[in-house]
């Protein structure tokens, strides 16, 4: 059954400022949200508690106990101290029942006024266990920051250069190892979602009186180790997931790595015989300064069309890495980036966008064993789903117009003995209904998926391509798109010519546009397996301009959400959340011919898929839709609707965490993200059944089984949130049924 919520009305002035808190300035324009079913849930959808101001709510986590911990990622400067400072925290004195049903929590009414700078529940306090800059591994270290092999902060006041964010101020995934069979102790792994990224391992444990505290002088940085600067250390360490073999997988969300922008191929530019217009931010890696290149083309160079080079902005922090890696400091003016190129050490662009494993995580500090998974395919990554078959694995790439992809691995994953033996096939999705392209509304229309084998590879083989490329410094981009050798003076004229030379014909240190076209074409004639030998690097090295030169549907607009209940048989179902669904989703001109096209709705769709007897799925059916606020203030007071989803956490019960990063202020009566608990409809999946027949007791810890009880056979689940915003009153009923996928 499917509820719909009517907005409530508000008063004041339209059009307020992002970083309006006050609800009383806000306003609301129903009319002008015309997208059917937006917003609406197939279940219940209850908000379980809102974050500080300025914050994404990210990294939820459920101990055995019940007990819920999440991150404060980038909160407000401006909020009153501890709030304005990112960190790790936990609410006191609450534990999830793991009955199936939301009625093991109250939920809170909308925060207002000071309110809005704190992370805020109903009934139970928010308790910082870490922050960022925390003295950690004996004074040696702070939480979150990296550091130089010399031991020196990777920092703005250390090196010129821009930077992603402060360090420590992203923390993003959390997941939890536990070292005793009681899974009262163990090492909380967070990402710091930063260039350089970062994993931070910290020591946690369960009081006598139940609540949980940490350890930081045994804390530490694992990426400050060599393990990880051998594989090039990481970049935007976003959310994760913890393996069934209970080690923590930390995904780069790499958006740097875009050859061509938005909707465009590779294809595209080949025929334009130029990139003007359709390249992305990976043929300027190693520009000089190369976050400016969406000035130069825009501002500058009356020689182009200037356009939005899509990824140009997470170029920031790309020489920080090196100085992380061990690149001698070049000389700037203030705190800009150099014009003066890294001429020793600079990152390798194909060692970043992987899902990366902690393999011996409760290990001594040199002995932590770090593997990128580079044949599951490279991507902005936001999140993995590793299944309990410990084969298959899905992913979600962040950004617009970005895939959903599967690997196989030959074996199941923990049975190598060395990581770079693991060896699997890499899937990209097809959508194949028609409907998907109807224009509807996407309340009304389940995405049927075939899966296109994109090629077959080992870890180990992966390397030895990327390893081709790891001696490449910005010297190079000079070098070999202008009239410049080393030891020549850098002028903006040098820059320029090199810069409009790649803009015509890519860029030629790395992989060119005629091989990607040239696997294309030879993969139409004989299929993934057929192509040449120095070709099969391309679905793994640039895994979406391949894929979307075979047709298949890179149209998904910030795919940030995948899991399924720990230990989840065929039956069960994965969630996978969709922030935005428009720009490439689009019923739009600039979407004609898209696979799917239909009515827009910024605030995202959540989608549930059931998992076949080989773990594939091939339908994905909308389960809670979020609000339609193409108009700026369309939604401005629907308080109760999961806007901007990002991360999805299912619980043993079958529920699901959902988390948001729509923080936009105007798009509703407070700018606070929320985390939402998702009740699925009674008794439609085999994790209820399976928590019918369990003693109850949550193992989503060390164990990796699930727990569960039955749910509540009389909550059907009516409304957005039946709490104290009331809003669920308002709401009509709408009933819809989907035909579940065949096996």
Known sequence: MRASVAAAVGAGIPGVASAQKDRDSRS???????TDGAPSVVGDLKRFSTTAFGAEMTGPFVFDDGTLLHSIQHPSRDNSAPWNKAGVGYYSEFGFEFDGTNDDFEEPSPPEGSEQDYARAADTEFTYLIQEG?????????????????????????????????????????????????????????????????????????????????????????VNTEQFRDIGGTRINCYGDLSPWNTPISSE???????????????????????????????????????????????????????????????????????????????????????????????????????????DPAAEPDE???????????????????????RTVYGCSDGDSKGIYKFVADEPIPEYDDPMAIEGTLYAPKITNDEAASGDSPADVPLEIEWLELGHASNGEVDSWIADYDEITQVDYLESHADWDEGDEVTEGVLKEADLEVIEAGNQDYISDADILAWADQYEEHGPDGVDEELRRIPFLETRAAAKEIGASIEFNKAEGVDS???????????????EFNDALDNQPTNDGGDIALDRVDGGVVYRAELGSDYNVSRLEPVIIGPDFTEEEAMADVDDALRNVDNVYAMGDGRVLCCEDGWRGGNRSYPNDGLYVYQPPENDSAATEQ?????????????????????????????????????????????????????
């Open 691 to 743: 928590s019918n027949s369990s003693d109850g007791s949550d193992q989503q810890g060390e164990n990796g089984s699930e727990n569960g009880e039955s749910t509540n056979s009389e909550t059907p689940g009516f409304g957005i949130g039946a709490g104290a915003a009331g809003l669920a009153g308002a709401g009509y009923l709408l009933k819809r049924q989907f035909e579940r996928p065949e096996q």
């Open 28 to 34: 609301t324009a129903v009319d002008d949200t015309d």
């Open 253 to 359: 969300e790499n958006y740097a790595h875009p050859r061509v922008s938005l909707a465009a191929t590779v294809s595209d530019a080949s025929a334009a015989e130029s990139g003007e217009g359709i390249y992305g931010a990976a043929h300027f890696w190693n520009r000089p300064n190369p976050v400016e290149i969406n000035t130069a083309v825009n501002e500058q160079y009356d020689e182009v069309d200037g356009w939005s080079i899509q990824g140009y902005w997470n170029m920031t922090g790309v020489e920080h890495l090196a100085y992380y890696l061990g690149a001698d400091p070049v000389e700037a003016d203030g705190d800009e980036n150099p014009l003066e190129p890294i001429a020793d050490v600079y990152p390798n662009p194909y060692r970043y966008g992987y899902h990366v494993e902690i393999r």
């Open 565 to 579: 209940v720990d230990n989840a048989q065929p039956g069960d179902y994965i969630y996978i959340g969709v922030s």
């Open 368 to 390: 932590i064993t770090p593997v990128k998974h580079y044949v599951m395919g490279r991507a902005a990554w936001e999140a993995p789903d590793l299944l309990p078959d410990e």
């Open 134 to 222: 925390d003295d950690i591994n004996d004074g040696t270290e702070q939480w979150g920051v990296t550091q130089t092999p010399d031991g020196e902060p990777v920092t703005t006041d250390n090196f010129a250069g821009t930077t992603y964010g402060d360090a420590g101020y992203n923390p993003d995934c959390n997941q939890f190892v536990a070292t005793t069979d009681d899974g009262t102790e163990g090492y909380l792994f967070t990402n710091d979602e930063n260039s350089p990224g970062n994993v931070m391992r910290t020591p946690i444990s369960r009081t006598d009186d139940g609540e949980w505290e940490a350890d930081p002088d045994n804390a530490i940085n694992t």
